[in-house]
């Protein structure tokens, strides 16, 4: 039986793409490239750190929310938080509980 194909959160609208190469800059594994004007995507080296949406100026880069393709009942969902996430929060919301909530 074929395996499901990886689902990468990350997505680019090459209709709003002005293909000024931030997101290829930002991008920590190179993933991204602009071929022809536009931002493309190489989803094996895809990591959706999400580098490449924070940086870009048009927002052609957006997360896609597919729930279904994301979390799945037979697969183990994992997220990695990096230790500045938890320093936004009020002080007394204890690690334990944001991560509950996460």
């Known amino acids: 039986m074929p395996a499901?194909?990886?689902?990468?959160?990350?997505?680019?609208?090459?209709d709003i793409c002005i293909g000024c190469s931030h997101c290829v800059k930002a991008c920590p594994t190179e993933a991204?490239?602009?071929?022809?004007?536009?931002?493309?995507l190489d989803e094996t080296k895809c990591v959706d750190c999400g580098d490449c949406y924070r940086v870009c100026p048009v927002k052609a880069i957006y997360v896609a929310e597919?729930?279904?393709?994301?979390?799945?009942?037979?697969?183990?969902?994992?997220?990695?938080?990096?230790a500045v996430f938890f320093g936004q929060f009020h002080y007394g919301k204890s690690r334990n509980s944001i991560c509950d909530a996460i």
């Open 4 to 14: 499901d194909p990886f689902f990468h959160a990350i997505a680019i609208d090459e």
């Open 32 to 40: 991204l490239r602009v071929w022809n004007g536009k931002a493309t």
């Open 66 to 82: 597919k729930k279904k393709q994301i979390i799945s009942p037979t697969h183990w969902n994992v997220a990695l938080v990096p």
